[in-house]
Every structure is written in structure tokens, then in C-alpha cells.
């Protein structure tokens, strides 16, 4: 795990070397929502290379709202703070917190991927190609079978029911035992009458 962090630490500083050390942008004065990023960029990087992964996780949200300004190598920052968020809160056994994390990743992730998939998509092969054990879009498919199964667990389609005891009330269509037990269907999907 300590060594998964300091691996995960080591990306992100690299990133941020290579992110720091590339080209200007062109035009004028940056908007206000890069500066903000760029701050909280740096602050990022200070609780994680201090190991306060708290402050870095407020860091983090505080970035993924300006998601569709990042630059690809602010994405794999936040996505990879996201993951060390991710394994500190599965170690301390935190479920709320590892379920917030795992959807705030993916929703980085997709919204990352849907502005600008190129250029993401080279930052993840040279993210991956520094450190191998960072594969952004393994991540994102298996956080996303973990959301997917504590939906199924929430909503109860997990949980295997035994057949329903003979009762009376289910007999007539019109009871609202019966009417519980039918889901109901959205309006579009209703057929006509």
C-alpha cells in the first residue's frame, strides 16, 4: 500500500515537471477558472507529496469542477489523486468515502475523455508508459463495476427473493400489493392503449 502511494506520488510530481516545463498558451490572460485550477494544481501536489490525502481529496473536488479546462496532464493529476484517495479509504475501511471517490473518478474521467480524447488518451499511454501499474482505463472499469454492484445492492435487484406467500390480496389486479410489486413503467415506454 505505502509503496503503491509512493509509486502513485512519483507520477503525479513527474507530471506536474513535465506539465510545469511545456508550452505557454496562446492569446492573452488565462481565464480565471485555469488560474484557480493551476493554484489548486500546486496545492495537489503539496498534500500529496506530504501524504495529506484529506487536503488532497478537497484539492481534488475542487479541480474536477473545472474539468472540461484541464490540460491532460491535470487530468491524469486529479485521476491519480482520485486513486490514491481511492486506496486510503478502502484501508481504513471507509465505505462512504471510497463510493464518492470512485464517482468522482469516473465522472472525471468520462468528462475528460469526451473534451479532448486524444490528447487524454496520450497522457494515460505516458502516465502508463512512466508507471505501469497506472492503467486509467482499467481503473475506470473496474470503479465502474463497483458502482455498478452497490446500485444493485441499494436498489435491492441483488438480494434473491423467495416466492411470495399465497395471499388473497394478490389475487385482485387492482390491490396495492399488487400494484407494489409491479415496477412501473416510464410514460415513453408504456405502450399505447
Same mark, same amino acid.
Given at each position: 500500500?505505502?509503496?503503491?502511494a509512493?509509486?502513485?506520488?512519483?507520477?503525479?510530481?513527474?507530471?506536474?515537471?513535465?506539465?510545469?516545463c511545456?508550452?505557454?498558451?496562446?492569446?492573452? +490572460?488565462?481565464?480565471?477558472? +485555469?488560474?484557480?485550477?493551476?493554484?489548486?494544481?500546486?496545492?495537489?501536489? +503539496?498534500?500529496?507529496?506530504?501524504?495529506?490525502?484529506?487536503?488532497?481529496?478537497?484539492?481534488?473536488?475542487?479541480?474536477?469542477?473545472?474539468?472540461?479546462?484541464?490540460?491532460?496532464?491535470?487530468?491524469v493529476?486529479?485521476?491519480?489523486?482520485?486513486?490514491?484517495?481511492?486506496?486510503?479509504?478502502?484501508?481504513?475501511?471507509?465505505?462512504?468515502?471510497?463510493?464518492e471517490t470512485?464517482?468522482?473518478?469516473?465522472?472525471?474521467y468520462?468528462?475528460?475523455?469526451?473534451?479532448?480524447?486524444?490528447?487524454?488518451?496520450?497522457?494515460?499511454?505516458?502516465?502508463?508508459?512512466?508507471n505501469?501499474?497506472?492503467?486509467?482505463?482499467?481503473?475506470?472499469?473496474?470503479?465502474?463495476?463497483?458502482?455498478?454492484?452497490?446500485?444493485?445492492?441499494?436498489d435491492?435487484?441483488?438480494?434473491?427473493?423467495?416466492?411470495?406467500?399465497?395471499?388473497?390480496?394478490?389475487?385482485?389486479?387492482?390491490?396495492?400489493?399488487?400494484?407494489?410489486?409491479?415496477?412501473?413503467?416510464?410514460?415513453?415506454?408504456?405502450?399505447?392503449?
Amino acid at each position: 500500500m505505502k509503496k503503491t502511494a509512493i509509486i502513485l506520488f512519483l507520477a503525479v510530481l513527474a507530471w506536474a515537471t513535465v506539465s510545469s516545463c511545456g508550452g505557454s498558451k496562446k492569446g492573452g +490572460e488565462a481565464p480565471v477558472s +485555469e488560474e484557480v485550477v493551476v493554484e489548486r494544481q500546486s496545492q495537489l501536489e +503539496e498534500a500529496l507529496s506530504s501524504g495529506n490525502l484529506r487536503q488532497a481529496s478537497v484539492m481534488a473536488d475542487s479541480m474536477s469542477l473545472f474539468v472540461d479546462d484541464f490540460t491532460p496532464e491535470q487530468t491524469v493529476q486529479v485521476l491519480t489523486a482520485f486513486i490514491s484517495i481511492h486506496n486510503d479509504a478502502v484501508s481504513k475501511r471507509e465505505t462512504r468515502r471510497d463510493l464518492e471517490t470512485l464517482r468522482k473518478y469516473v465522472d472525471v474521467y468520462d468528462i475528460a475523455l469526451s473534451v479532448n480524447p486524444n490528447d487524454t488518451r496520450a497522457a494515460f499511454k505516458k502516465a502508463h508508459s512512466r508507471n505501469p501499474e497506472i492503467d486509467f482505463d482499467a481503473v475506470a472499469k473496474e470503479f465502474r463495476a463497483k458502482l455498478s454492484q452497490y446500485d444493485a445492492m441499494q436498489d435491492g435487484s441483488l438480494v434473491k427473493s423467495g416466492p411470495a406467500p399465497a395471499d388473497s390480496t394478490s389475487a385482485a389486479p387492482d390491490t396495492v400489493a399488487a400494484k407494489a410489486a409491479k415496477p412501473e413503467l416510464p410514460l415513453e415506454l408504456r405502450p399505447a392503449e
